[in-house]
């Protein structure tokens, strides 16, 4: 053998060793490289939901003071069941302080809710239509929690100005059996 071929020799062998380490070493090596960056690519994405439902349960705390909060002051607005005489009094000297002349009140049928019930009373009133709204603007400003609905006005044909209300308000107490 000449000192060429054995150099081509040499250098065939150096290829197949380098073709060789690549097949079997480098690039399974690679592959692995890549799968294990995908794994900790996932396992940092998890990281960060994780960091942020942390986050989020934290505040959650903060959420249910707040809500605690206005609780309380919902149920501060409800009075209880045995003040609904004195609630209707007040309804009664709002009405009549705007000159409004009660004609009826009916309790209706109580509504029992948890956490609470609603009285609803028919009232039907007569006056004019100003005393109707400075009386429902008073309403409105009662610190008890107060709905009307079903609120019908008609003239009286027989004077000016005047009006008949059919109306039903509820009022709402606290439910002592909840």
């Given at each position: 053998?000449?000192?060429?071929?054995?150099?081509?020799?040499?250098?065939?062998?150096?290829?197949?060793?380098?073709?060789?380490?690549?097949?079997?070493?480098?690039?399974?090596?690679?592959?692995?490289?890549?799968?294990?960056?995908?794994?900790?690519?996932?396992?940092?994405?998890?990281l960060l939901e994780l960091n942020?439902?942390?986050?989020?349960?934290?505040?959650?705390?903060?959420?249910?003071?707040?809500?605690?909060?206005?609780?309380?002051?919902?149920?501060?607005?409800?009075?209880?069941?045995?003040?609904?005489?004195?609630?209707?009094?007040?309804?009664?000297?709002?009405?009549?302080?705007?000159?409004?002349?009660?004609?009826?009140?009916?309790?209706?049928?109580?509504?029992?809710?948890?956490?609470?019930?609603?009285q609803p009373l028919k009232m039907?009133?007569?006056?004019?239509?100003?005393?109707?709204?400075?009386?429902?603007?008073?309403?409105?400003?009662?610190?008890?929690?107060?709905?009307?609905?079903?609120?019908?006005?008609?003239?009286?044909?027989?004077?000016?100005?005047?009006?008949?209300?059919?109306?039903?308000?509820?009022?709402?107490?606290?439910?002592?059996?909840?």
């Amino acid at each position: 053998m000449t000192s060429g071929s054995r150099k081509v020799i040499f250098f065939i062998l150096l290829l197949a060793l380098v073709y060789v380490s690549y097949a079997y070493m480098i690039k399974p090596a690679n592959q692995h490289l890549a799968q294990e960056k995908v794994k900790v690519e996932q396992k940092r994405t998890k990281l960060l939901e994780l960091n942020k439902a942390t986050a989020a349960a934290s505040d959650l705390q903060n959420q249910l003071d707040k809500v605690e909060e206005a609780i309380t002051v919902f149920e501060s607005k409800l009075p209880p069941a045995s003040d609904i005489h004195k609630i209707l009094e007040d309804v009664t000297k709002i009405a009549q302080k705007h000159g409004l002349m009660p004609k009826t009140i009916r309790a209706l049928d109580a509504k029992n809710n948890r956490g609470y019930v609603e009285q609803p009373l028919k009232m039907e009133l007569h006056g004019n239509f100003n005393s109707y709204y400075a009386f429902l603007l008073e309403m409105e400003k009662l610190d008890r929690i107060t709905k009307i609905r079903e609120l019908s006005l008609k003239k009286q044909s027989k004077t000016e100005g005047q009006t008949e209300a059919t109306f039903i308000v509820s009022i709402f107490f606290q439910n002592i059996s909840a």
